[in-house]
């Protein structure tokens, strides 16, 4: 099951449980999906924080207000692409991340090749950072090379 954050065309949030993204997407053509609020059948995913886990074993924190819908184009202008708390989570991963390369040298699309030839012991053994395709990273692990990847956003790629 998928519980997806879903927002009406007034701009109400709640919460749906599917089968998979497929359910939901026919249940919601069918007009099957209304808001619990106002009862309009035009609904659609608003934007979610991924659940991160922490670690340990403790009981989870209280959950979260719902996050703010996502525009639609027919909804009003002032509507926020990122509530706070999806803000913070990013905000805590861009630290994250900046905290992980600031003793490590960027190799940018050379990465795959460098970490290959660290591995091999054929170059010196340093912390390095880059970019690498979703099959190279998948290759390097298959070869034994220890990789990890980073938290980007969408935003960044632009």
């Known amino acids: 099951m998928i519980r997806y954050g879903l927002a009406c065309e007034a701009g109400h949030a709640f919460d749906g449980w599917f089968r998979s993204s497929a359910d939901f997407d026919e249940q919601a053509t ?3 999906v209304t808001c ?3 009862g309009s059948p035009k609904v659609a995913k608003a934007l979610m924080a991924p659940a991160l886990s922490q670690g340990r074993r403790e ?5 979260a207000p719902a996050p703010e819908p996502a525009p639609r184009p027919d909804a009003p202008a002032n509507v926020a692409l990122v509530d706070d708390g999806a803000s913070r989570i990013r905000d805590m991963l861009r630290e994250f991340r900046t905290e992980l390369t600031k003793n490590s040298e960027d190799v940018g699309e050379r990465f795959p090749e460098v970490a290959r030839r660290m591995h091999a012991r054929e170059i010196e053994q340093k912390t390095v950072h880059g970019r690498a395709s979703a099959e190279e990273a998948k290759a390097l692990l298959e070869e034994g090379v220890a990789v990890q990847a980073l938290p980007t956003f969408p935003d960044e790629l632009n």
């Open 36 to 38: 619990p609020v106002c």
């Open 30 to 32: 069918r007009l099957m």
């Open 59 to 63: 009981p989870a924190p209280e959950r």
